[in-house]
């Protein structure tokens, strides 16, 4: 169980986690759902250990061994896109990226480079680099934004093959229907409704 006692955050004057406390399981797919602007994305942080809370405590998970997808794509401009995936497998592993083009439905784009992508295969890509990463537990920020349908069904599928948890903040209500779990949430600050 992941657990998170009393965790403050706050941006300046904005006061978005205010002893924010949460249990997760560290099982099966969770889903993160509420409006935008409410404190997802501040909750993956936090569990990511990208942003420090100035009090509270997480705990029941490594950072360094989960896998971050941010709300942005963050691809590089100057890399294929096969050089996306290989750039985060280890060495005995860059054979593996033909596999993870094909996850995210990719196949033949290898050679391309992030600007001739559209915008839902940019995401499919930058999700197949963050499963490619692996790890204990896989963080993903709005993982099908811009992807039609019944792709990102296909590729939710292939992610809960990979056989790891995963917390998803997601408006999506087809994500949200695939999850054994939904936390709805508000705010902020962030609270549970």
Known sequence: M??????????????????????????????LSGPSGCGKTTLLRVLAGLTRPEGGTVSGLDPSRTAFLFQED???????????????????????????????ELEGEGESYPGTLSGGMARRLALARCAALGGELLLLDEP???VDRPRAARILERL???????????????????CGQIISLDGPPLKRV
Do not use: M, N
């Open 74 to 104: 963050r691809l590089l401009p100057w890399r294929t896109v096969s050089q996306h995936i290989t750039d985060v497998l280890p060495r005995s592993r860059r054979g593996e990226a033909g596999r993870w083009l094909a996850f995210a």
């Open 160 to 178: 809960r093959g990979l056989g790891v948890p995963a917390i998803l903040a997601t408006h999506q209500p087809q994500v949200l229907a695939a």
């Open 144 to 146: 099908f934004a811009g």
């Open 2 to 31: 992941i657990e998170l006692r009393d965790v403050t955050v706050r941006y300046g004057d904005k006061l978005v986690l205010d002893r924010f406390s949460l249990d997760i399981p560290h099982c099966g797919f969770t889903a």
